[in-house]
């Protein structure tokens, strides 16, 4: 079985999950990952997802399409905030993302995965 390109680590005691992506990233691949963080009920959760060594060629509609699926997810808890790191390369794709998702929760990208802790212990109403 091939590496999945999301690897996807839940830390239910202080209420974050980390989503590392490496290598080649479809759409597909980003709607499976975001299924495991739904079917795992932890949109509330604080997350860090961090693309630095990942590549992808989705696009501006598939990135939006994505936002709106998300969007339809019922939640009875406010979503958790969203640290995106991400290298120069890569960060357009972030941002974008941010801009279309920023209403529902505070989001950001970050060059480093301690700037993106820093800033979730920040701005999380999640005591720990």
Known sequence: MPDMPFKLDIFPPDRILI???RGDIT???????????IDA??????????ITT?????????LQA??????AVPVLKPRGPLAIVADHQRGELG???MS???????VQVFRSI??????LLENSKVQL
């Open 19 to 21: 989503g590392v992506a």
């Open 27 to 37: 759409v597909a691949d980003l709607a499976a990952f975001m299924k495991q963080i």
């Open 41 to 50: 009920d932890v949109l509330h959760y604080r997350k860090i997802i961090d």
């Open 54 to 62: 990942a590549t992808s060629s989705i696009g501006e509609q598939e």
């Open 66 to 71: 994505m936002a709106e699926r998300l969007r």
């Open 95 to 97: 941002r974008l993302f």
């Open 100 to 106: 279309m998702t920023s209403a529902e929760r505070p």
């Open 114 to 119: 301690h700037e993106a802790r820093r800033w």
